[in-house]
């Protein structure tokens, strides 16, 4: 259960964005914190992507800056407002993250940003499934997103974080193993990098 103050939250939409670039600091600010996920990926402006679960755009506004070809989904009204406002060069759409409007082998690469800790384990496989499905054979699916630190210096700061800001998901993702559940899916290579003493897991999964 959490506090009063994720509510807020995602009411005030300064709250959530001063939130997240504090939070970006621990590995060199907002912006390398968003680029993290495409490191090494080759995109032009003709890659097809999706940007799932993209809130009110704080990582499409970067994902428009390589690709004319920009999907951004989403469960909230209000976030696709906000996004929409924030990055207008996008396409959005309104859907749950596991039931995906989309056609088979439709995306070059899948993107999410600290999306996948507010799913329960079920509807997490679920969304896994569909990303596969709706990516194109040798298309990507990167993610950046919370892992149990491997520093304990920085357990304190990231258990605070979760008890302000999260849910039990959140925790739960903390103990899950990604990289197994991505290949169970069916992704045939998984590259995880960790930074911040091991908080912060970026993962390139490969259909």
Known sequence: ??????????????????????AATSVGGERRFHHL???????DSETQVLDLCCGG????RFLVEYSQNVTGLDVSPLSLQRAEKNVPQAKYVEAFAENMPFSENQ?????????LHEMPPSVLQQILREVYRVLK?????ALVDFHKPTNSLF???????????????????LETDLVRLLKQTGFASCEQHLH???SLQVIQAKK
Do not use: C, N
């Not at 009063?4 to 670039?21: E, F």
């Not at 996920?37 to 995109?43: M, R």
């Open 196 to 198: 911040a003493g091991g």
């Open 37 to 43: 996920p495409l490191h090494g990926l080759t995109i």
């Open 1 to 22: 259960m959490a506090t009063v103050l994720r509510p807020l939250s995602y009411k005030y939409q300064w709250l959530y964005d001063t939130i997240s670039r504090l």
């Open 137 to 141: 054979p040798g298309g990507v699916f």
């Open 155 to 173: 357990m304190p700061g990231v258990a605070l974080f979760l008890w302000l800001f999260e849910t039990e998901t959140a925790w739960q993702l």
């Open 107 to 115: 995306f070059d690469l899948v993107h999410t940003s600290v999306a």
């Open 57 to 60: 755009g704080q990582a499409t």
